[in-house]
């Protein structure tokens, strides 16, 4: 069975203070993992796709990578604004639906 | 990226009534995803829905209690039937961007049911 895996279930970090967030996924013919962001009341934000192992993408504090079994988003320097729930999810090779984890609740003290 | 606009984006309904969702998107698309998010849980999907065909539900989601019309490439409708305080949650609609992977989400719809 497809599945996502999310670690840690919340992260608390001081203004500056790096870290990284996994998501493991176990999905038959992966053909895009995604990362998203959302803020509480609101829709899920979309970050980052990312589609074979060895790939990495940025934007701005975020740098995702994918490895076979797993994905980290890095978050470096991350400011209060940063706090947020962030998502994982994959798509299968069907890429009929997008399964996702239960997410990280990050909170970043000024 | 598509612009997909939910109303209502809040609502409290009475038990035993219905509401209905809408969600317009600003392009055609051809699959439309309605998902509940529970509160402090992740993203469930409750069924795709096809224009011009039945929608698919997923196992633990069925058709009387989650009716969903597809009228056109645009438009979708999700109407949460006979409702108890176990529905409260937040309804999303969600389309496949344009290289069919990435989802694309609206602003939800937060449902309190008392």
């Known amino acids: 069975e497809d599945q996502v895996t999310q670690s840690p279930e919340a992260l608390r970090l001081q203004e500056g203070e790096s870290s990284s967030l996994n998501c493991s996924y176990t999905v038959s013919g992966l053909r895009g993992l995604f990362w998203y962001r959302q803020d509480p009341g609101k829709g899920p934000e979309f970050l980052f796709t990312l589609y074979s192992a060895g790939e990495e993408k940025e934007k701005e504090r975020l740098k995702a990578t994918l490895t076979k079994k797993e994905s980290f988003l890095h978050i470096t320097a991350p400011k209060p604004e940063d706090s947020a729930t962030y998502l994982c999810?994959?798509?299968?090779?069907?890429?009929?639906?997008?399964?996702f984890g239960s997410g990280t609740r990050l909170s970043i003290r000024p | 990226s598509a612009v997909i606009s939910q109303k209502p984006s809040r609502d409290i309904c009475q038990r035993g009534t219905s509401l209905t969702i809408q969600c317009q998107v600003d392009?055609?698309?051809?699959?439309m995803f309605w998902y509940r998010q529970q509160p402090g849980q992740s993203l469930t999907l409750i069924a795709t829905?096809?224009?011009?065909?039945?929608?698919?539900?997923e196992s633990g989601f069925v058709i009387d209690k989650f009716p969903i019309s597809r009228p056109n490439l645009t438009f979708s409708t999700l109407t949460v039937s006979n409702m108890s305080p176990e529905d409260s949650s937040i309804y999303l609609c969600?389309?496949?961007?344009?290289?069919?992977?990435?989802?694309?989400f609206g602003q939800g719809t937060r449902l309190t049911v008392v």
């Open positions: 392009s055609q698309v051809t699959m």
């Open positions: 829905a096809n224009q011009g065909s039945e929608a698919t539900y």
């Open positions: 999810a994959a798509s299968d090779s069907s890429a009929s639906k997008i399964i």
């Open positions: 969600s389309v496949v961007g344009g290289q069919n992977t990435e989802a694309f």
